[in-house]
């Protein structure tokens, strides 16, 4: 099923399909920090909404100006808020609602583009989106509809491919995004199936042995620094045999590469027998 990465705002709304409901301690409405989208700091003039729509230089689409008319993305937003059960007085569209938004946008169930428009939404908490984080991103990428943003969403994810720091910053964004706001280290389950979206083995040669090894040997949760130097590793190491141990990788990565290492001499060893 689709939210593999299940948590996040409160809401009793997920049936057993989902895994049990969770209670994931979502900010009421009003006490969000947030003023500004993951991934808009440098990216909002080149990644916007395609000529012929837009806010104008005004303020958030959302909300309307003057006599209280509300925008169209703004309905959008209430529709899709309103497939979750929330608890009262949290203004943001939960799990359900983002299922059917990936299913209007044309996303896959499971894909690596849920993570890139949660990070160009500037989603902030887990498996949700807020109403100011929703009007904020409706502003930068002058998205007067969801055929804008279904249309952008293909300009991010070539952004992602192109752009190794867009990447990085995308891929960073993704830990609290895909771990409940009442877990401290991201589960075992939903790092490993992030990573297979994520860091495909054209990406991450060693995925496999990595979730191998995880799921054998290391059985526990993924720390924020073990979640980010793996992406580093993917870039860096290219050959276990040349892997220097006095370099400053997390303790998790040392241990995979020496049980990776020890596998591999395993198997270059002739067996009995063998010609």
């Avoid at 939210?3 to 409160?10: D, S, T």
């Avoid at 806010?55 to 006599?67: K, M």
């Amino acid at each position: 099923q689709f939210l593999y990465f299940i948590g996040g705002c409160e809401t009793d709304s997920i049936d057993a399909t989902h895994g049990h409901p969770s209670r994931w301690g979502m900010k009421k409405a009003g006490t969000s920090t947030t003023t500004k989208p993951a991934g808009n700091t440098t990216t909002a003039k080149k990644d916007a909404a395609p000529a012929g729509g837009g806010a104008g230089a005004g303020g958030p689409v959302a909300g309307g100006t003057g006599g209280g008319k509300r925008s169209q993305m703004e309905q959008e937003f209430d529709r899709l808020k309103a497939l979750d059960r929330l608890d009262d007085g949290v203004d943001a569209v939960g799990p359900r609602g983002l299922a059917q938004l990936c299913t209007e946008m044309n996303i896959k169930e499971g894909e690596s583009d849920m993570l890139v428009m949660a990070w160009k939404l500037g989603a902030t908490q887990s498996m949700c989106v807020t109403k100011n984080e929703w009007v904020y991103a409706c502003y930068m990428y002058k998205l007067e509809n969801l055929g804008q943003l279904r249309n952008i969403i293909p300009k991010w994810r070539e952004l992602c491919k192109e752009d190794d720091s867009a990447f990085a910053e995308m891929y960073w964004h993704a830990y609290d995004f895909i771990r409940a706001d009442d877990e401290k280290l991201l589960p075992l389950e939903k790092a490993v199936k992030a990573w297979t979206s994520l860091l495909p083995e054209s990406k991450f040669p060693f995925l496999s042995q990595w979730a191998q090894w995880l799921t054998l040997e290391y059985k526990r949760p993924i720390s924020r620094d073990v979640w980010r130097q793996l992406l580093e590793f993917s870039r860096k190491v290219t050959d276990p045999a040349q892997y220097d141990p006095n370099d400053k990788w997390p303790t998790a990565l040392d241990d995979f590469v020496e049980w990776l290492q020890e596998k591999n001499k395993a198997a270059a060893k002739p067996q009995p027998g063998a010609k």
